[in-house]
C-alpha cells in the first residue's frame, strides 16, 4: 500500500501548536482526486495542501477538508509556501503566481536577517451579498443572544476567493459564550447554505490588534471551527473599510487576532488597497514547522 510523506505546518503562528494547523504533501503530483480526500480525511485538519504544477502560473495548490474540496483557503497556503521555501524546492525566487480554483494570486515571500518568513498574498477582489435570515435564529445556532449582533453594521455573505458569512457582534465577551450547532447552519443560510459563519467584532484582548474573531465551519466541511483564518480575515478587512470606518488612509493595515478561545492564538495582517472603484486586499502571514507523519493509503 501507498504511503504519502504529510507535513504539519501552524499557519499564523510563530509558536508551534498555536494558529491553524496545516497538512502540506509536498510531493503529490502523482495523487489522484480520491487520494488526496482520503489523504485529508486521515490527517484530519481543517485543511491539507496539495501542491501541483500549473499551465497558468507558477505554482497550482489544491484543499482538502476531510470532506470535500475547497476552491481557497489562505493559512494552508500560508503553510504551502512556507514548507516549499524551506525545503528548498523554491530555490531561492520570493515572488510567485499561484493558481487555485478561486483564481491565480500573485505570492511574495518576505525573508529577514533573523530567519523570520512571511507569506503575502493577494486575494479576489471582494464580494458581498445579503443575509435575509432570522437573526434570532442565526444568533441561536452558535449559541448567544440576537442582542449581542451589532445594531448597526449589516449581516453580510463575504468572499475573497471562499465565501462566509461576516457576523458582526458587540462585544468581546460574547465570543466566550459561542458555543455553535454547525447542522443548523445551513437551514439559516438560505442564500448560501454551504458558507461558514464569521463573528467578529472590533474590540479586540490585544491592543495592537484591531479586529477579533472566530470562525465556525460548515456542516459539509467535516470539521467544526476553523482556529485562524486567512480568507476570512481578508473579507472582513474589506468589510472594515466599505461599513465601519469607510474614511480611512490608503492603505488600510489591520491585525486580526483569532483563536485565542480555543487555545490557538494567531495573527492575520491585512491590507486594503483603494484601486478607483475597487478594493484590493492582501494577506500576510507566518507559519512554523511543527512535525511531520505518513499515511498509508487504501485507494490505488
Same mark, same amino acid.
Given at each position: ?17 498555536? +494558529? ?25 485538519? =481543517? ?7 500549473? /499551465? ?7 484543499? &482538502?477538508?476531510?470532506?470535500? #474540496? ?22 531561492? %525566487?520570493?515572488? &510567485? ?38 437573526? /434570532? ?7 448567544? @443572544?440576537?442582542? @449581542? ?19 458582526? *457582534? ?11 450547532? =454547525? $447542522? ?5 443560510? %438560505? ?14 484582548? !490585544? ?12 456542516? &459539509? ?12 480575515? +481578508? ?14 488612509? !490608503? ?6 487576532? $483569532?483563536?485565542? /478561545? *480555543? ?5 492575520? +495582517? *491585512? ?8 478594493? #484590493? ?16 493509503? !487504501? %485507494?490505488?
Amino acid at each position: 500500500m501507498k504511503s504519502v510523506k504529510v507535513y504539519h505546518y501552524d499557519a499564523f503562528s510563530k509558536e508551534p501548536n498555536k +494558529g491553524n494547523p496545516a497538512g502540506v504533501v509536498v510531493n503529490s503530483e502523482e495523487l489522484s482526486d480520491a487520494q488526496m480526500q482520503e489523504v485529508a480525511f486521515k490527517v484530519g485538519f =481543517n485543511e491539507t495542501a496539495f501542491p501541483v504544477s500549473s /499551465e497558468a502560473a507558477d505554482l497550482r495548490i489544491r484543499f &482538502f477538508t476531510p470532506r470535500h #474540496e475547497m476552491n481557497l483557503c489562505g493559512h494552508a497556503t500560508v503553510a504551502t509556501m512556507h514548507a516549499l521555501h524551506t525545503q528548498g524546492v523554491l530555490e531561492d %525566487k520570493t515572488e &510567485f503566481t499561484v493558481e487555485t480554483k478561486a483564481g491565480i494570486s500573485p505570492i511574495t515571500i518576505q525573508s529577514t536577517v533573523s530567519g523570520d518568513v512571511s507569506i503575502t498574498m493577494k486575494q479576489a477582489p471582494p464580494l458581498f451579498e445579503e443575509f435575509t435570515g432570522s437573526r /434570532e435564529d442565526l444568533a441561536y445556532s452558535i449559541g448567544i @443572544d440576537a442582542s @449581542d449582533i451589532h445594531d448597526t453594521f449589516p449581516i453580510l455573505y463575504g468572499s475573497t476567493g471562499a465565501w462566509t458569512l461576516l457576523l458582526p *457582534i458587540k462585544n468581546i465577551e460574547a465570543f466566550q459564550r459561542m458555543k455553535p450547532n =454547525n $447542522q443548523a447552519f445551513p437551514a439559516i443560510l %438560505k442564500e448560501r447554505p454551504a458558507s461558514s459563519v464569521h463573528p467578529f467584532c472590533t474590540e479586540t484582548y !490585544d491592543p495592537k490588534a484591531d479586529m477579533h474573531a472566530r470562525h465556525f465551519s460548515s456542516p &459539509f466541511s467535516g470539521t467544526f471551527e476553523d482556529p485562524v483564518t486567512g480568507t476570512a480575515s +481578508g473579507v472582513m478587512g474589506a468589510y472594515f473599510s466599505t461599513y465601519i470606518q469607510t474614511h480611512i488612509a !490608503d492603505p488600510l493595515h489591520l491585525i486580526v487576532e $483569532q483563536g485565542q /478561545e *480555543i487555545g490557538k492564538d494567531g495573527r492575520v +495582517g *491585512i491590507k486594503v488597497s483603494k484601486n478607483q472603484d475597487a478594493l #484590493e486586499v492582501e494577506m500576510t502571514g507566518q507559519a512554523v514547522f511543527v512535525t511531520d507523519f505518513d499515511i498509508t493509503l !487504501d %485507494k490505488e
